[in-house]
């Protein structure tokens, strides 16, 4: 069983090990460097567990959320949870942005959207916020490929749940991923 929490904690662990915990080593390792350089005794089994690397649908022992939570830099897994509701990092907020929503066009219209390095895209709104590729410059993205998003924001991703490609629909993609869409306008 796992939480938002818990996901987190999980996270920052990796980030502050500097290496994402994957396999049977990977988990061997960890605990073995917790023991020798953190003082903190995890075994390779828990942390497999708790990473999902085996099957397992137990809440994970207090124990081990609060080393984890101490090797991460807080006293115990409690003021670590609270660290994470009180953190404005975690806070959800209203934000302005420069947006361009579906319902703001009409059928027909086009717009270029762009994001580094240096790729850009001129699409054409065909309706219920469908968009086809017209051109495509140093991106995944191809001509006549068609994708369904209600907005497009400046300085975020654009996250679409699929690509539609010659009758198939492909995996999720991400445009924009570090640093966001950084070109967005209708076209005159």
């Known amino acids: ?8 904690l999980k996270k920052l662990v990796e980030q502050k090990y500097g290496k994402s915990l994957n396999t049977t080593t990977d988990f061997e390792v ?8 953190a003082d903190k005794n995890v075994s390779a089994s828990t942390l497999k567990r708790l ?6 649908d137990h809440k994970p022992r207090i124990s081990t959320l609060d080393l984890l939570a101490q090797y991460v830099g807080h006293a115990d897994y409690k003021a670590f949870v609270f660290w994470l509701k009180s ?9 302005m942005a420069d947006q361009l929503t579906s319902g703001e066009l009409t059928v027909g219209m086009e717009l270029m959207i762009g994001w580094s390095p240096n790729r850009m895209l001129t699409l054409r709104y065909i309706g219920d916020s469908i968009y086809e590729v017209l051109a495509a410059e140093n991106s995944k993205l191809l001509r006549g490929d068609r994708f369904c998003t209600g907005c497009f ?13 010659e009758g198939e629909h492909t995996m999720p993609f991400v445009a924009g991923r570090n640093g966001g869409l950084t070109l967005l306008k209708i076209k005159k």
């Open 1 to 8: 069983m796992t939480t938002p929490e818990i996901e987190e």
């Open 87 to 95: 953190s404005t990092k975690y806070n959800s907020s209203f934000f």
């Open 153 to 165: 924001i400046k300085g975020q991703p654009l996250l679409l749940p699929y690509i539609e490609r």
């Open 30 to 37: 960890f605990s073995f460097f917790l023991k020798k350089k």
């Open 51 to 56: 990473y999902g690397y085996v099957a397992d």
